[in-house]
């Protein structure tokens, strides 16, 4: 079909929804601007047209479904930047440590690394203005430091190494949000990936990880869904189709203004073929979920952990006049045997308080307490073992939530920042020693530890940060395996990266780690799947 063609049958359908509006439609339109009017002509007080506008979307929005939303003006870029897999920056990962900007890492590649930025470094001015010690926020170093492309942002840094501040000018640059947190081997044969996302960069991420862990011999892929709230839809596709064989359908999609579209496997995947073990949680929703349902319904791979958030809706972003957007429900999703794995959102609030709901019945800890009426009961495509639609992707080895070394000590050390924040002053004060004592990261994992010292002075630490936290004995007795295991992990990712933090705290993922005993136990070969025929 030529653009000159689509071009006339845009405009004629154009007209012809206009020489077909429903008459009700413009009164009630009229009625808004009445009300509107009547608001600036008598109300008591001056208003805002915009903010009654924008609250009057937002209303109308959450009538149609939990997944319909507005988005200001002011907070689309930030909105899109997940989806896009970028933002325009400097390119520095950073804490607010003390009422300072420090500098924790540099984006590889990044204008910051390239002028000789680096880690531990301290931003005390922006565009000649002071900023250490007046309480700045994270949101208003992001106002700071983003921008337009192409512009130029001069800081202002204090280096342990040199006696007098440096000064840079840095031209803002388009810097990557990696969708992909870690990989590597977690055993000689079984490769690890943790995907946060489904953006427009994850494909190229996914075919980069899966090329170096089949190069470290890889034998079976444990793929952690684990959080992954989702992303775009056809992220979604393309990594189901570096797994699916074939024209297989991954998912088709159908609304009341939207036709059935269906979305199929078209090329040779690099992991077709092999154990897969896909890892997920009750977070892991949307994209996520589609990758599942696929995996699951073609008998490709096992599922492993908990059932996920139950999101079926696909919304489409719609950009209004004003450089606002909507987010608008246009269709529901199905797995490949037809699975609509939504959950049920009449009554809205209870939408809202599901997760909480399922905590309270006992869902995370006992499979049974998972209702599932036969109504939804589904067959898998290849071996016609029964699967669930209605409510989230049902995992094929269920791993109840462990709890046991959790404690209010444990979470309050978590949730007030104190592990974070100690580990980020421990490691500027001590990274050059810690890097002569341990030069690869192989070294630190096998050879630091926590030990009794550092415990002591981590808890004057907290004492002193916060007056009101009491060092718990009993508690932390019960929580100290843990606290440790976080404490290295951060240390690890402050000192490397995202990587190397979960290769440490992953041995508190009980998930995982269930994962890697149904490979060694053969579980997984027992399961009659499509790939081991």
């Known amino acids: 079909m030529s653009r000159y063609f689509i071009l006339i049958f845009l405009l004629i359908g154009s007209n012809l929804v206009q020489a077909q509006v429903d008459p009700q439609k413009i009164a009630t339109t009229q009625k808004f601007d009445e009300v509107l009017t009547y608001i600036n002509r008598m109300y008591v007080d001056p208003v805002n047209d915009k903010e009654l506008t924008d609250a009057a979307i937002v209303a109308m929005l959450e009538k149609l479904d939990p997944h319909s939303t507005f988005i200001s003006k002011d907070e689309v870029d930030e909105a899109n930047s997940s989806i896009n897999g970028s933002f325009v920056g400097i390119g520095i990962r950073f804490q607010i440590l003390k009422d300072t900007l420090m500098v924790v890492a540099t984006i590889p590649g990044g204008p910051s690394e390239k002028l000789g930025i680096i ?49 840079f000018v840095i031209t803002r640059d388009h810097i990557p949000i990696n969708s992909v947190d870690a990989y590597y081997m977690v055993r000689p044969d079984i490769g690890y990936l943790k995907l946060n996302s489904f953006s427009r960069s994850t494909t190229e991420e996914i075919i980069k990880a899966l090329t170096d862990l089949k190069s470290m011999g890889m034998k079976h892929l444990i793929f952690d869904l684990q959080g992954n709230g989702g992303g775009l839809l056809d992220a979604s ?86 450089g606002s957007q909507i987010r608008l429900t246009i269709a529901r999703y199905f797995t490949p045997s037809g699975r609509f794995i939504q959950k049920p959102y009449d009554d809205m609030e209870g939408y809202k308080k599901d997760l909480t709901e399922r905590y309270l019945n006992g869902e995370y800890s006992h499979v049974d307490s998972i209702k599932l009426p036969d109504s939804l009961k589904h067959e898998t495509m290849i071996t016609k073992r029964t699967v669930y639609g209605g409510g989230g992707i049902m995992p094929d080895i269920f791993v109840p ?133």
Do not use: C
């Open 401 to 533: 939530i462990d709890t046991s070394e959790v404690t209010d000590y444990f979470s309050d050390l978590i949730q007030g920042g104190h592990v974070t924040s100690y580990s980020l002053e421990f490691v500027d004060k001590n990274r050059v020693k810690l890097l002569l004592d341990y030069p690869t990261f192989e070294n630190y994992n096998d050879r630091f530890e926590i030990d009794q010292k550092f415990m002591e002075d981590f808890f004057a630490y907290v004492q002193k940060e916060d007056k009101e936290l009491k060092y718990n004995e009993e508690q932390y007795q019960i929580s100290e395996k843990l606290i440790k295991i976080r404490m290295k992990a951060v240390l690890a990712q402050n000192i490397w990266g995202y990587n190397e933090f979960y290769q440490v705290y992953n041995e508190t993922n009980e998930i995982l780690q269930r994962s890697i005993k149904a490979i060694e136990d053969k579980e997984y070969e027992k399961v009659e799947l499509d790939q081991i025929k």
């Open 237 to 322: 596709q393309k990594v189901a189709d570096e797994f699916l064989s074939g024209d297989k359908l991954i998912v088709y999609s159908e609304g009341r203004a939207q036709p059935r579209s269906n979305l199929i496997a078209g090329k040779k995947g690099l992991w077709e073929k092999g154990s897969l073990i896909l890892l997920t949680d009750e977070y892991s929703a949307s994209a996520s979920e589609i990758l599942s349902g696929a995996i699951q319904d073609w008998d490709r791979g096992m599922i492993v952990g908990r059932r996920t958030f139950g999101k079926g809706l696909v919304q489409r972003p719609i950009d209004l006049t004003d």
């Open 119 to 167: 880690p531990g470094d301290k931003i005390i001015k922006i565009e000649n203005q002071t900023i250490a010690g007046i309480g700045l926020k994270n949101n208003q170093v992001r106002e700071k430091l983003m921008g337009d492309l192409g512009t130029k942002v001069k800081i202002e840094i204090k280096r342990k190494s040199s006696k007098k501040p440096i000064d």
